[in-house]
């Protein structure tokens, strides 16, 4: 692992290895995981006891992913990002994304680095084996990250905040977001809530991404739809697609099996991929 643009989230000092640690010069210490992942959510700067995504909407998002699915999103967001050397995946889950990213990318011997940050550890300990260049447990709020060092970010189905993605990207730098649109996922839905089932809000984000204050900090530079669908069989792709979504939890069990009996389910995925630029 290559932990040169982290830092640390209490002080933001600068960190050196220290055996299995990372310490930074005011002796703030974190250990680094036998996974080669680093933890730098300090507990006191925690909601909750386990934050973000639980084990099973991980392992069902790494079941789901691992099935290639989502493979035209991989390539769109890597097209956005080419020419990148240093790509920041802003609540990366799985790694799945920043991985594929880094290996469309790659020409010859060189490739991008890429570093995830996600909330979970759970999310963090596959992307640590992803094949991604770093993985470390944090917020999206407190980047622990270096100032002015990723040329790219992205940004998929996650939180974000555009001040810390300001103060860790380089002028010029472009950021990919990934939203649902309408249509996502709505052959699941319809086979769970019936025929009548709503659509997703249309998306409103084709607007600078602003700071706390207001003030531009990425322009919005381009906007695109990308659909495309995939054929789910069984009850355990379907499982893991139901399991990685928020319906898991919002919906009864009488639903749920009734989705589970399918033998197979047709379902159409559907994105906003928005690209913006740091002033
Ligand atoms: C819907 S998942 C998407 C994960 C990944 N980008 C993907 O598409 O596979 C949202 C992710 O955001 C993470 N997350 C939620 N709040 C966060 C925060 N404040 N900082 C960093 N990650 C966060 C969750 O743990 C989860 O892994
Ligand atoms: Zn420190």
Known sequence: MDY???SCPICQGEFTKDGNALRCCNGHCFDIASEGYVNLLPANFKKTQLPGDNKVMVNARRD??????FA???LSVAQRLMGASAILDAGCGTGWYGSQIKSILSNGNTSPYVCGIDISKFAVRLAAKSGV?????????????????FDAALTVFAPLCADELFRVCKKGATVVTVNPAERHLIELKQAMYGIATYENPPENAQKPLVSSNGDVLFEHTHSERLTFSGRLEGASELSALLSMTPYL??????????LLSL????CTFDFYIDVYKKA
């Open 249 to 258: 939890y919002k919906t009864g069990e009488e639903q749920k099996s009734h």
């Open 263 to 266: 033998n197979e389910l047709s």
């Open 133 to 149: 260049d770093c993985a470390a447990v944090g917020s999206v709020f407190n980047l622990p990250l270096k100032d002015c060092c």
């Open 4 to 6: 040169s643009k982290l």
């Open 72 to 74: 035209p999103l991989a």
């Open 64 to 69: 789901f992913l691992g099935k290639g699915f």
